[in-house]
Antibody, heavy 123, light 108 residues
Framework: EVQLVESGGGLVQPGGSLRLSCAASGFTVSSNYMSWVRQAPGKGLEWVSVIYSGGSTYYADSVKGRFTISRDNSKNTLYLQMNSLRAEDTAVYYC?????????????????WGKGTTVTVSS | DIQMTQSPSSLSASVGDRVTITCQASQDISNYLNWYQQKPGKAPKLLIYDASNLETGVPSRFSGSGSGTDFTFTISSLQPEDIATYYCQQYDNLLRFTFGPGTKVDIK
């Protein structure tokens, strides 16, 4: 069964760090594009970061320079290292697989999602 | 940056009603538009990709259309299990994604 399971969330003080993990089963993380999406309490979805199968990474402006997306191929796991955390980073963090299809162009969509892990930044 | 707007922000309809949600991009995004359903306390679920393609296993009462800047998501006959918030999502050529603000759908 294709599945993603996030872990690593918790309570952290402003300015602190946290590393989120996303363990995949049923498919290979390194062969896919993978992404992190977050949702602040009572708010909508916000894209955070993506890592290509080739290793390129991109970030939302709101986290650029503070968050780092990476993966461990031997563990088939995606990570999100979060530094210099702020109160506004408080959210449920989801990892998702980004699949692509081809018509006369490539198209992309997030087809598998984890259940999320909660990060609370507060003193 | 491309901005996404959705309307309405919320709606209330009766079981069996046709429900339509619109999503507008601030610039031409071709067909790079997906739709997701999110129920309270759950992860989002892909419903429509590439503007109009139904994800495998999703009921046929869900559909999407549009291209360029204007897109429409339709539930042809609203069911009680469709109570959720629906999000459109676009992406650029670097796969930087943007979600619309969401439309909350309730039963009247």
């Amino acid at each position: 069964e294709v599945q993603l399971v996030e872990s690593g969330g918790g309570l952290v003080q402003p300015g602190g760090s946290l590393r989120l993990s996303c363990a995949a089963s049923g498919f290979t993380v390194s062969s896919n594009y993978m992404s992190w999406v977050r949702q602040a309490p009572g708010k909508g979805l916000e894209w955070v970061s993506v890592i290509y199968s080739g290793g390129s990474t991109y970030y939302a402006d709101s986290v650029k320079g503070r968050f780092t997306i990476s993966r461990d191929n031997s563990k088939n796991t995606l990570y999100l290292q979060m530094n210099s955390l702020r109160a506004e980073d408080t959210a449920v963090y989801y990892c998702a697989r980004v699949k692509h299809g081809e018509n006369i162009y490539y198209y992309y969509y997030m087809d598998v999602w984890g259940k999320g892990t909660t990060v609370t930044v507060s003193s | 940056d491309i901005q996404m707007t959705q309307s309405p922000s919320s709606l209330s309809a009766s079981v069996g009603d046709r429900v339509t949600i619109t999503c507008q991009a601030s610039q031409d995004i071709s067909n790079y538009l997906n739709w997701y359903q999110q129920k309270p306390g759950k992860a989002p679920k892909l419903l429509i990709y590439d503007a109009s393609n139904l994800e495998t296993g999703v009921p046929s009462r869900f559909s999407g259309s549009g291209s360029g800047t204007d897109f429409t998501f339709t539930i042809s006959s609203l069911q009680p299990e469709d109570i959720a918030t629906y999000y459109c999502q676009q992406y650029d050529n670097l796969l930087r994604f943007t979600f619309g603000p969401g439309t909350k759908v309730d039963i009247k």
